[in-house]
């Protein structure tokens, strides 16, 4: 994953509007919907372009599609190419900024198989074609290598922060239809990220809001909400509720082991997000590594054999279920 700093002179970046949402915002609002996660999987492991292969590969309904197809164009994730004029017909083609979502997927992909046991939905395994081994990618700085979690980051508000501004406009996402969805939906990824105040949740945990008060107040939800994403983020076992050391009237809320393992994929939305959208201001969040002191810029690489991973070296290992 090449750094926020290194990126290319000819590759077009969204300047987002001054005071308006920032990079964070815009990320979730992309990221935090299933469909659309699902739209750009399919587009990247197989390859898929055109609006009826979308309908024949899952339970996609016309208007869904539609909807999401546009608003991926939109973003600068798809470029849309006439193919035939009369009638006429569109290819989706998934420009470098939609290409480069593939570690935001992996990190998905490997979190739900890591740590929600459903056995009818279980994900099948991706190789790195590079040892031939099933890959758990890990997370990696790429200033000094070290293999980092969580608790080797700091972060901290940057220019275009704001909570206003950090949270996705749309109050909610809309959900696989008639009970049908394809077993590449992540159903937990989606209770944590999928929708706005869950997504708000998500970032006052990962900076270090512990107690009910410190959620409200960053978050800026009225309470009743605050108890409700709280209350599902400790029955999908994100956190763990446990006595204040010195009020034993009070609960603290702190991240299970679940709950840190998902720092990947929110460190690499984070990454992807910062590098394509851009606040006037400047960054939302600015992440440094404890161990090195640099900017932080996460990159994947195999548990296996250590390399760097890369999108064409993976690949989706079908009718394979268990672990290694």
């Given at each position: 994953m090449e750094r926020l700093s290194e990126i290319d002179r000819d590759v077009e970046i969204t300047v987002l509007a001054s005071g308006g949402p920032n990079a964070i915002a815009v990320t979730n609002g992309i990221v935090g919907d299933e469909w659309t996660l699902w739209i750009i999987q399919t587009a990247l492991s197989a390859g898929i372009s055109r609006y009826n292969e979308w309908l024949r590969a899952g339970p996609i309904?016309?208007?869904?599609?539609?909807?999401r197809l546009a608003s991926l164009v939109e973003a600068g994730v798809f470029s849309r190419i006439a193919y035939t004029a009369h009638p006429p017909r569109f290819d989706y083609r998934l420009t470098q900024r939609g290409e480069q979502m593939w570690p935001i997927l992996l990190t998905i992909w490997a979190w739900e198989r890591r740590w929600v046991h459903d056995s009818g939905h279980r994900l099948p395994p991706v190789r790195h074609m590079n040892c031939g081994r099933i890959v758990d990618p890990i997370v990696t700085c790429d200033d000094c290598a070290a293999h980092s979690s969580v608790r080797d980051v700091t972060a901290g508000f940057g220019p275009a922060w704001t909570w206003s501004r950090s949270i996705p406009s749309s109050s909610t996402r809309r959900r696989a239809w008639n009970g049908a969805r394809p077993r590449e939906l992540m159903a937990q990824t989606m209770a944590v990220i999928g929708n706005r105040w869950s997504a708000a949740?998500?970032?006052?945990?990962?900076?270090?809001?512990?107690?009910?008060?410190?959620?409200?107040?960053?978050?800026?939800?009225?309470p009743t909400i605050v108890a409700d994403r709280l209350r599902t983020f400790c029955d999908l076992d994100f956190l763990a509720q446990s006595p204040h050391p010195d009020r034993q009237d009070w609960t603290t809320y702190h991240l299970t082991d679940k709950g840190r393992a998902f720092f990947p994929v929110v460190g690499v939305a984070l990454e992807w997000g910062q590098r394509w959208f851009r606040s006037p201001e400047g960054r939302a969040l600015e992440?440094?590594?404890?161990?090195?002191?640099?900017?932080?810029?996460?990159?994947?690489?195999?548990?296996?054999?250590?390399?760097?991973?890369?999108?064409?070296?993976?690949?989706?290992v079908r009718g394979v279920r268990g672990s290694r």
């Open positions: 309904s016309s208007s869904v599609l539609t909807a949740l998500l970032i006052s945990a990962f900076l270090g809001a512990t107690r009910f008060g410190e959620f409200e107040q960053q978050m800026g939800a009225p992440m440094t590594h404890n161990k090195c002191g640099a900017d932080f810029h996460p990159v994947l690489v195999c548990d296996q054999c250590g390399d760097p991973l890369r999108a064409e070296e993976l690949e989706m």
